[in-house]
Nanobody, 123 residues
């Protein structure tokens, strides 16, 4: 079993930057498709950025040019670099990834969610 552990959230002033990290709790074989989502207060969860196994990226219109999604397979970690933050970016941010790992001599691929990390942008 694998867990995704998020970090990097916090309180930042508008215009500032944060980098969110999402690390697998154990060594994995490969990070496949992955994404970052967010859930603003009182609203539904929405996709922010996605990265396919082939390296293609997609971003929500609201974050294009400001956010960058990336991964480091060697560190079993995915990232979301956020610049020029706005108060409307305030939300709980979640990572999601399809991970391939070995366990007991067998290879598995499953989908996992991080626990969420709070990002608050003050005006």
């Amino acid at each position: 079993q694998v867990q995704l552990v998020e970090s990097g959230g916090g309180l930042v002033q508008a215009g500032g930057s944060l980098r969110l990290s999402c690390a697998a709790s154990r060594s994995i074989f490969r990070i496949n498709a992955m994404g970052w989502y967010r859930q603003p207060p009182g609203k539904q969860r929405e996709v922010v950025a996605a990265l396919t196994s082939g390296g293609s990226t997609n971003y929500a219109d609201s974050v294009k040019g400001r956010f960058t999604i990336s991964r480091d397979n060697a560190k079993s970690t995915v990232y979301l670099q956020m610049h020029s933050l706005k108060p409307e970016d305030t939300a709980v941010y979640f990572c999601n990834a399809d991970l391939t790992y070995w366990s007991g001599g067998s290879r598995y691929t499953d989908n996992y969610w991080g626990q969420g990390t709070q990002v608050t942008v003050s005006s």
